[in-house]
């Protein structure tokens, strides 16, 4: 950082963005603006859930068999990876404002390197399915439950569907941290100008909580 | 020379504390080994609910803590509770209609 005086630092701070005042507001603008981007998502994962809901109340039996046909130890394993990813990031916003520059790239790249964890053990629990005939479509050739199986793979398209949305939204999300890493590594963010890493939390942690709801509800509510 | 700056919050706002993060993230794997081990006994009716107060507890603490809302402006708050509210509002009517058909759907 230059050696400025306070004055000339909120007026000509590189980060701050002319149609700002100052960069309190440039701030408090990007998170708003994240945050009504979210309300839109919330909405969107919302309609699906809603949907898997109201086909729950339909076909309870296939619910309970379509999900039992899920590996509770994939899908808890991958749990626990996401939450620990969310708390590297919220560590890596916590180093941007506190200027730890070189800690900062460090939780950005352990984030990046627990959400590629995350998808590599989806990628073999999707194998697995594909392989015990649990693909939608003219690959579904799963028949425990002879007639159940038409209601099973609803079951299954609502699997695929909002697990492929949530990992749809991770491989975003690891995209944007490369570029965020990028950034920081060029010492771009600082106390005063971190919105992007911060904006970039928020993102990543409502992939997370997606999560925190599909875990139970795919993997775990069939049991009783 | 430069119009003196109109002041605004300062974007520094809050420095969550380390051990802030890592009770929340604890609570958090803690609600997941929960979750998983209600799923283990029969409870009837009430495995559901319980799994959904769970994963709701869960998702609060991100809210709040992981995604700074608690220590956000009125305005975010705002924002944020009428995104749930939209989410309630789509719940509710949708299955005020499902769940109340004269022929039975479930």
Known sequence: MSVATTEEHHAHHPALQHHFEDLGQQHEASTLGM????????????????????????????WSVGAAQQNTMFGGINTIVLIISSFTMAMAVRCAQTNAQRMLVAFLILTLIFGSVFLVVKGVEYHKHYEEGLLIGQHFTW?????????????????????????????????LLIWIIWRAVRREFSPEYYGPVEVMGLYWHFVDIVWIFLFPFLYLIHRH | MAEEPISHPDPQHHVTSVGVYIAVFLALAAGTLLTWWVSTI?????????????????????????????????????????????????????????????????
Do not use: Q
């Open chain 2, 42 to 106: 029969d409870l009837h009716a009430w495995n559901t609910p319980i799994a959904l107060v769970i994963a709701a507890i869960k998702a609060v603490l991100v809210i709040l803590f992981f995604m700074h809302v608690i220590h956000s402006t009125r305005l975010t708050w705002i924002v944020v509770i009428a995104a749930f509210l939209w989410l309630g509002v789509l719940f509710v009517l949708t299955f005020a209609d499902y769940l109340t058909r004269a022929w039975k759907i479930y």
């Open chain 1, 143 to 175: 028949h425990e439950h002879p007639d159940l199986a038409p209601k099973v793979e609803l079951f299954m398209c609502f699997y695929w569907g909002m697990t492929g949305l949530h990992a749809l939204h991770m491989v975003i999300g690891a995209g």
């Open chain 1, 35 to 62: 945050w009504f981007f979210l309300t839109t998502e919330i909405l969107f994962f919302g309609g699906v859930l809603l949907a898997y809901w109201i086909y729950r109340i339909m076909y309870p039996e296939a």
